[in-house]
């Protein structure tokens, strides 16, 4: 086991952006519409996402400043906008960091994540609310937003104190300031002889190593063939082949603007942090990650989308793009091969369902993160109608060590059709958390008890949640199953972005099931009847159980919601809530 000490905290600021107006339309103060009116040969490239993304960054811009975005407020922004006054309300009803009433003195972000649930069942979000006057003297100096997850989940409870982090059993002392304030590296260890996404921290290899020689020569075919040989499949939970996906972008016809590659940064689902880690520590190497996709995929523009939840993680990558450009890694020309590959990020404005990725790129369009039928799929028709590439940043953070030593040296690693390594997230509730690199195949109860020693409060584990609120629930004596897509698969659960959460004895499992549905009934974008109607009836007959009344009878709600739910958040629903049924 390669054990790694945490490194000091670091203190991260992020600067808000104050940038003039670049793109013609007025009042918006954001440098980041510009990435959709250049093309890449630098002529005007006039979208509608333009008016789309103006309008939410003013809208966000405005809930920083402590505006009231009430009906009198929007209708003068859309006016000054120039936009419809529909669209504007469309956005600030959609998106939680809009929605929330914001103090601009201090605006407080609880975790409302399993993680923090599991460790203090809850109690943590009436305290919160408590120290900034909710129950009784409100406060109009302190605004409270709880969201659902901070990627503290091997630290929890947690919270956001504008920008900067705090965690552990103390929180409400630290933030009440009458305990030292707290906010722990994220521990991470590589069981393997040589990490994958873990190598850079763990030491081994540096980013920016196989990139220069690939775009000077601009070999697309070595980054292709030796990510098919690989058989690398998506880390963000659905598991698609990369360079299957790559191959569909580069064969599908643009129209004249940027096709695209965007790094899905929106890890919502609570108890996973590992995409935290990576872009927060080890960012240059899911910026070297990114450009051999560009190539692969023949992408010219790259986006991270990064969730507001992690304001750090944004400000490192921000520092490593600025860096990258200057030792010549992006930009024009890159190392003199004739590519042009330049990186921005797109700050997210709070919504779990838009870590899918038709309702990131609506998002990113400056429209409501909801959830579009597919096909098109957006290897043909994604942002801006281009074809775009969305991978999630463990799987682009593989690609380095991948060209470097082989496809067949990655593919050597694994189980099965799951080949490779996983970076598994293990919850405070364990005595061990952390993140941890294993290869695929090792059995989940080696992690739980070997890794993760068990629970942290002692006792026996009653439950472990694995792969996040749509990956399901294992009992202790159903532990005995390799880590892989198809057998957590053949076992009830799925892997999902690798959280494992454990749960004790003192967590009460009717307020556990109503925790699960108030994340369903919170998130659920609405696009579709099936989970918006069935995650509401599920979070009312929970509640009621949690009050005291009968096991929930949901009839035909969960089979309607599996059966013709949009997407995989409706249709995962019910799989979670059998599995916890089952092992309570
Ligand atoms: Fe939106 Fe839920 Fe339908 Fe997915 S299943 S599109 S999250 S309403």
């Known amino acids: 086991m390669t054990a790694l000490p945490p490194k000091p905290a670091r203190r991260s600021v992020v600067p808000r952006a104050k940038t003039a107006p670049q793109h013609g339309i007025k009042g918006c103060r954001s440098s980041i519409a510009l990435q959709f009116v250049v093309s890449r040969s630098g002529r005007p490239h006039p979208t509608a996402s333009v008016r789309g993304i103006a309008t939410l960054e003013r809208l966000r811009e405005a809930r920083r ?86 990627g503290y989940c091997y630290a929890g409870p947690a919270a956001l104190d504008g920008e900067q982090a705090r965690s552990g059993p103390d929180l409400v002392e630290q933030l009440s300031g009458r305990a030292k304030p707290s906010d722990p590296e994220i521990p991470f260890a590589a069981e393997l002889n040589e990490p994958v996404v873990l190598a850079g921290l763990s030491g081994t290899e540096s980013a920016w190593q196989v990139w220069p020689q690939l775009a000077r020569a601009a070999d697309r075919a070595a980054v292709i063939g030796a990510v098919s040989e690989s058989q690398l499949r998506g880390r963000g939970g659905a598991g698609f082949p990369a360079a299957v996906k790559w191959n569909a972008a580069a064969e599908a ?10 790094c ?3 890890e919502g689902d609570p108890g996973a942090f590992v995409d935290r880690l990576l872009m927060e520590r080890d960012p240059a190497r899911v910026l070297e990650g990114m450009a051999l996709a ?21 400000a490192e990558l921000e520092r490593a793009i600025a860096e990258a450009r200057a030792a010549g890694h992006l930009g024009r020309n890159v190392h003199g091969g004739g590519i042009d590959f330049d990186v921005e990020v797109f700050r997210g404005v709070g919504s779990y369902v838009a870590g899918e990725e038709t309702s990131l790129i609506a998002s990113m369009e400056g429209r409501r ?30 690609l380095p060590w991948i060209v470097a030593r082989g496809g067949a040296a990655y593919a050597a690693l694994g189980a099965g059709a799951s080949r490779g390594t996983k970076v598994v997230c293990l919850s405070g509730t364990f005595t061990h958390p952390g993140a941890y690199e294993i290869e695929l195949g090792t059995s989940l109860r080696e992690v739980v008890e070997g890794l993760g020693g068990g629970l942290a409060e002692g ?11 749509l990956g399901g629930f294992l009992g202790p004596t159903e532990l005995d199953v390799p880590i892989t897509f198809e057998d957590l698969l053949a076992a009830g659960v799925d892997l999902g972005h690798g959280s494992l959460i454990a749960i004790g004895e003192r ?39 949690a009050g005291g009344g009968d096991r929930p009878e949901y009839g035909s709600t969960l089979e309607t919601m599996r059966a013709a739910s949009l997407c995989a958040f409706g249709r995962g629903v019910p799989g979670v809530i059998r599995s916890l049924e089952r092992v309570y």
């Open 65 to 150: 400043d402590g505006e009231q975005l009430g009906p009198e407020r929007i209708a003068a922004l859309s006016e000054e906008l120039g936009v419809p006054r529909a669209r504007a309300v469309g956005l600030a009803s959609y998106y939680d960091d809009l929605r929330t009433e914001r103090s601009s003195e201090r605006h407080l972000r609880p975790c409302a994540g399993t993680a923090c649930f599991a460790a203090t069942g809850g109690s943590h979000l009436a305290a919160v609310s408590d120290l900034a006057g909710e129950s009784g003297d409100r406060s109009a100096s302190t605004s409270v937003q709880p969201v659902h997850c901070l």
């Open 253 to 262: 016809p643009a129209s004249g603007g940027p096709r695209h590659l965007i």
């Open 264 to 266: 899905n940064g929106d």
């Open 294 to 314: 560009a190539l692969a995929s023949r992408s010219d523009r790259g986006h991270v989308y990064v969730r507001s939840e992690y304001p750090r993680a944004a």
């Open 369 to 398: 993160g909801e959830v579009r039928p597919r096909p098109p799929f957006p290897t043909s028709s994604g942002l801006d109608g281009q074809p775009t590439v969305v991978n999630n940043v463990e799987t682009l953070s593989a």
């Open 459 to 469: 006792g026996p584990l009653r439950a472990v949640q694995v792969g996040g609120p």
């Open 507 to 545: 967590i009460d499992p009717r307020a556990l099931l109503a925790h699960v549905w108030g994340f369903v009934a919170a998130e659920s974008c609405g696009a579709c009847a099936p989970c918006r109607l069935g995650s509401a009836r599920g979070l009312a007959a929970a509640r009621k159980l």
